[in-house]
């Protein structure tokens, strides 16, 4: 059986984002994302957590992250539209549904680029310890608030270049540690090789509950991967390039953060990790790199600068989503001459604003209250793509549908132990100050969002119907 084929991608009523990005494009601007300052200097704080046994949970997570991006791809190959996963989850699941987790997510997106700018002037503080850091994050806002009122394809050509730095340093490190690793070079004083996966009290030094609390730690670092689903409605040819980046950007964000890690704890004991700065520019120090520290600052820099672009990017694209259902003010639908959506980019411009009044109020509480934020926000997201996905497909199974050539392998069962994954992070979190903050945090943004609900138009609670793209069974 076959639906009905439509000749290019679906489009909306009104006005649509052009369709620029290529498969490079939406393959980086995913591991931009997903591969920012947390893995650079955020690792250690996993590896204190759990020890060595660390790799564990990072492959755990690895595999839901795989599982929740092959469902929400199937979705985006077969509706190929803007605002992704809010629109599936208007559709699949109800409009309130897509109301919570579009202004769930477009809300973590702003909330991490506040903190990714904070970061932008602290780095930028190592060489410029004179200037004050405000200077710095504003230079930084508008920067990337300039790059995203460019058309979409330079956008994706810059977050190619931004997330390709990254990337290098990583390969380059996880080469370097393998040299030091082989030719049994010492590092700091340590000797290198796998018996620092076993000794300082074993692999697993906390037991399994370590590995149990260090999962909440590993998903927030594996968070933003969804975003590669913001661009469908800009993509050439969706049915084509998005289950080729969904099939490979998790298995290579899992393999950078596991062989790098991996890497790092063969190197020295797990308990001395991060313990003089990024665990990065030890093992640069390491290689004799001069200026190793000025290095590794430069890149953390640019993934700061990166993570910016592509949340700045993902919000964006949400809020446009939201506008086309009613969520929205109509306003946050019109596009620029270059196909850019410019009352979003302004309200985000905005709130970068606010976030450097906060940045004055309370620097030593901006962290945890954005970790705190994006944690849940996080896990409600990837938890509503898989509902979303189990109910498009329970509709499919009952009217006699194709499910299509791309599908999510051994349906139902993986979504079910996707969603239970999920409602185990959210109980884990109540063991630990910051992840009962989430919680508390999660809990008054979800009961903001139905407050402000209830003054949503009758457009805003309709279920959209989304045309389908061609697909074959």
């Given at each position: 059986?076959?639906?009905?084929?439509?000749?290019?991608?679906?489009?909306?009523?009104?006005?649509?984002?052009?369709?620029?990005?290529?498969?490079?494009?939406?393959?980086?601007?995913?591991?931009?994302?997903?591969?920012?300052?947390g893995?650079?200097?955020?690792?250690?704080?996993?590896?204190?957590?759990?020890?060595?046994?660390?790799?564990?949970?990072?492959?755990?997570?690895?595999?839901?992250?795989?599982?929740?991006?092959?469902?929400?791809?199937?979705?985006?190959?077969?509706?190929?539209?803007?605002?992704?996963?809010?629109?599936?989850?208007?559709?699949?699941?109800?409009?309130?549904?897509?109301?919570?987790?579009?202004?769930?997510?477009?809300?973590?997106?702003?909330?991490?680029?506040?903190?990714?700018?904070?970061?932008?002037?602290?780095?930028?503080?190592?060489?410029?310890?004179?200037?004050?850091?405000?200077?710095?994050?504003?230079?930084?806002?508008?920067l990337?608030?300039?790059?995203?009122?460019?058309?979409?394809?330079?956008f994706?050509?810059?977050?190619?270049?931004?997330?390709?730095?990254?990337?290098?340093?990583?390969?380059?490190?996880?080469?370097?540690?393998?040299?030091?690793?082989?030719?049994?070079?010492?590092?700091?004083?340590y000797?290198?090789?796998?018996?620092?996966?076993?000794?300082?009290?074993?692999?697993?030094?906390?037991?399994?509950?370590?590995?149990?609390?260090?999962?909440?730690?590993?998903?927030?670092?594996?968070?933003?991967?969804?975003?590669?689903?913001?661009?469908?409605?800009?993509?050439?040819?969706?049915?084509?390039?998005?289950?080729?980046a969904?099939?490979?950007?998790?298995?290579?964000?899992?393999?950078?953060?596991?062989?790098?890690?991996?890497?790092?704890?063969?190197l020295?004991?797990?308990?001395?990790?991060?313990?003089?700065?990024?665990?990065?520019?030890?093992?640069?120090?390491?290689?004799?790199?001069?200026?190793?520290?000025?290095?590794?600052n430069a890149?953390?820099?640019?993934?700061?600068?990166?993570?910016?672009?592509?949340i700045?990017?993902?919000?964006?694209?949400?809020?446009?989503?939201?506008?086309?259902?009613?969520?929205?003010?109509?306003?946050?639908?019109?596009?620029?001459?270059?196909?850019?959506?410019?009352?979003?980019?302004a309200?985000?411009?905005?709130?970068?604003?606010?976030?450097?009044?906060?940045?004055?109020w309370?620097?030593?509480?901006?962290f945890?209250?954005?970790a705190?934020?994006?944690?849940?926000?996080?896990?409600?997201?990837?938890?509503?793509?898989?509902?979303?996905?189990?109910?498009?497909?329970?509709?499919?199974?009952?009217?006699?549908?194709?499910?299509?050539?791309?599908?999510?392998?051994?349906?139902?069962?993986?979504?079910?132990?996707?969603?239970?994954?999920?409602?185990?992070?959210?109980?884990?979190?109540?063991?630990?100050?910051?992840?009962?903050?989430?919680?508390?945090?999660?809990?008054?943004?979800?009961?903001?969002?139905?407050?402000?609900?209830?003054?949503?138009?009758?457009?805003?609670?309709?279920?959209?119907?989304?045309?389908?793209?061609?697909?074959?069974?």
């Amino acid at each position: 059986m076959q639906e009905s084929r439509t000749s290019t991608p679906p489009t909306t009523s009104g006005p649509s984002l052009e369709r620029k990005l290529s498969l490079r494009h939406i393959r980086f601007i995913a591991l931009g994302s997903a591969i920012g300052t947390g893995l650079f200097y955020g690792s250690a704080e996993t590896i204190q957590a759990a020890g060595p046994a660390v790799l564990v949970a990072y492959i755990i997570a690895g595999c839901v992250v795989f599982t929740v991006m092959r469902a929400l791809g199937e979705m985006a190959v077969r509706h190929p539209v803007a605002g992704s996963f809010a629109q599936y989850a208007n559709r699949y699941i109800s409009p309130l549904s897509g109301f919570l987790v579009g202004w769930t997510f477009a809300f973590e997106m702003v909330v991490v680029a506040i903190a990714d700018m904070t970061a932008v002037g602290q780095y930028m503080g190592m060489w410029y310890p004179d200037a004050p850091g405000w200077i710095w994050m504003l230079a930084a806002m508008l920067l990337i608030g300039g790059l995203n009122l460019l058309r979409v394809s330079v956008f994706g050509e810059l977050e190619f270049w931004f997330t390709l730095v990254k990337i290098v340093t990583i390969i380059s490190m996880i080469v370097g540690g393998l040299y030091l690793i082989i030719f049994a070079v010492q590092v700091g004083g340590y000797q290198p090789g796998l018996h620092n996966l076993f000794d300082h009290g074993g692999f697993a030094p906390f037991g399994v509950w370590g590995i149990v609390m260090s999962l909440g730690i590993v998903v927030f670092s594996f968070g933003g991967i969804e975003t590669l689903g913001m661009t469908a409605g800009e993509t050439g040819d969706p049915a084509q390039a998005i289950p080729k980046a969904v099939n490979t950007v998790p298995m290579r964000i899992l393999l950078f953060y596991v062989l790098s890690i991996g890497v790092m704890l063969c190197l020295f004991p797990w308990n001395e990790i991060g313990s003089e700065g990024s665990p990065f520019v030890q093992v640069f120090a390491g290689l004799g790199i001069p200026a190793a520290e000025h290095i590794i600052n430069a890149v953390v820099l640019t993934a700061a600068l990166s993570a910016m672009n592509s949340i700045f990017y993902a919000a964006t694209r949400t809020m446009f989503g939201l506008a086309e259902q009613g969520n929205a003010p109509a306003s946050f639908g019109r596009l620029s001459r270059n196909g850019i959506p410019l009352w979003p980019v302004a309200l985000i411009s905005v709130c970068l604003l606010i976030g450097l009044g906060l940045y004055f109020w309370i620097p030593d509480q901006l962290f945890l209250i954005v970790a705190s934020i994006a944690t849940f926000a996080t896990v409600f997201t990837w938890g509503t793509i898989l509902l979303a996905h189990h109910r498009m497909r329970l509709e499919l199974r009952a009217t006699g549908q194709p499910a299509g050539n791309y599908v999510l392998p051994f349906w139902p069962v993986l979504s079910y132990l996707g969603l239970a994954f999920m409602v185990f992070i959210v109980f884990i979190l109540g063991f630990s100050e910051a992840g009962r903050t989430a919680l508390v945090v999660g809990a008054v943004w979800t009961l903001m969002l139905l407050i402000a609900y209830r003054f949503v138009g009758p457009e805003g609670r309709r279920r959209i119907e989304l045309e389908t793209a061609e697909i074959q069974g």
